[in-house]
């Protein structure tokens, strides 16, 4: 066998021994109800898989280098008052050091992303020109120029999901994140498929039905699954998935999609905060961004 081949074998039956033993790390700890060897097996994590440095982000091209600069303005769970809120409250992250990141998302363009108030009330009135029925015509414009709340929501600029517009352009699909905490303190958890799996098959899928004893009920975690979902609570906050058969572990709010301007002068981010979704905007003020407005605008 040739040197080449047996390093390869000898390199992923090392990746497959270090994922095994992490796996195992969790198993031992959960069994001895141990949270010293939990916070070990954090800790862990978080030495295996650090944020980028200075020179890695440098070396990337300048959209992702804006991509890093954006999220860092953006993410900061424990000011949610702040920063769209939550149906779960304000404070869920409060007490959480560990936080969990999602290790990639698309970035995309668009001509604009920010309309002024009468730049969007302009949007409307031609959008309403170009959809509405002529017989509602006038009095949706009518109250279009006296900024109705609902005629905005659903003729303003911000009323198509950016998954649903056809104006967008794909700039680029980032992968292997790993931006900075610079806005509250935490240790960051960079979520890759492996970290992924590893919790997955610790804490199993044992679950109650959505809308099991009532219309409104979400899927929950139920017997083994949902003690293993108590003990990870001792040091991150995760919740099951809304309709069941899934887990969710990013420390929201987490990046849906990422919509720049083609001056990177404004940016928009469909953002998701655990069973919610919204808007933020972002303005680059001499190469700062500032996180200038956000709202939830949908939830499951």
């Known amino acids: 066998m040739k040197a080449s081949a047996l390093l390869i074998i000898t390199l992923i039956l090392l990746i497959g021994l270090a994922n095994a033993q992490t796996g195992d790390q969790l198993e031992q700890a959960y069994k001895e109800q141990s949270t010293v060897k939990l916070k070990a097996f954090f800790d862990d994590w978080s030495r295996e898989l650090r944020p980028a440095t200075t020179e890695q982000r ?8 804006q991509a890093y600069a954006i999220f860092e303005a953006f993410y900061n769970p424990h000011d949610l008052a702040n920063h769209g809120s939550t149906q779960w409250g304000n404070d869920i992250y409060t007490g959480y050091t ?18 002024t108030e009468e730049e969007a009330t302009e949007y409307a009135i031609e959008n309403i020109k170009k959809s509405a029925s002529e017989k509602y015509r006038d009095q949706l414009i009518n109250h279009a120029k006296n900024k109705s709340p609902i005629i905005m929501e659903n003729y303003g600029p911000n009323s198509i999901h950016i998954w649903q517009d056809s104006l967008k352009v794909l700039l680029e699909s980032v992968a292997d994140f790993r931006p900075n905490i610079i806005q509250t303190i935490g240790i960051p958890l960079y979520l890759t498929p492996k970290y992924q799996k ?21 899927a929950q975690a139920k017997g083994e699954s949902l003690k293993r979902q108590q003990f990870l609570l001792n040091f991150i906050k995760i919740y099951y998935g809304h309709w069941g058969g899934s887990w969710q572990y990013l420390t929201y709010p987490s990046i849906g999609a990422l919509v720049c301007d083609k001056d990177m002068k404004y940016a928009k981010i469909i ?28 939830r499951e």
Request: no cysteine; glycine share 10%; charged share 25%.
């Open 58 to 65: 440098k070396k990337m091209n300048k959209t992702v280098q």
């Open 98 to 115: 560990y936080l969990v990141l999602q290790d990639g998302f698309k970035i995309f363009q668009k001509d604009k992303v920010y309309y």
């Open 198 to 218: 590893i919790l997955d098959v610790f804490l199993g899928n044992s679950h109650s039905a959505f809308a099991e004893g009532g219309v409104m009920n979400t």
């Open 271 to 298: 953002y998701g905060m655990i069973y919610e979704s919204g808007e933020a905007i972002l303005e680059n003020r001499s190469g700062t961004w500032k996180l200038i407005s956000m709202k939830r605008i949908w």
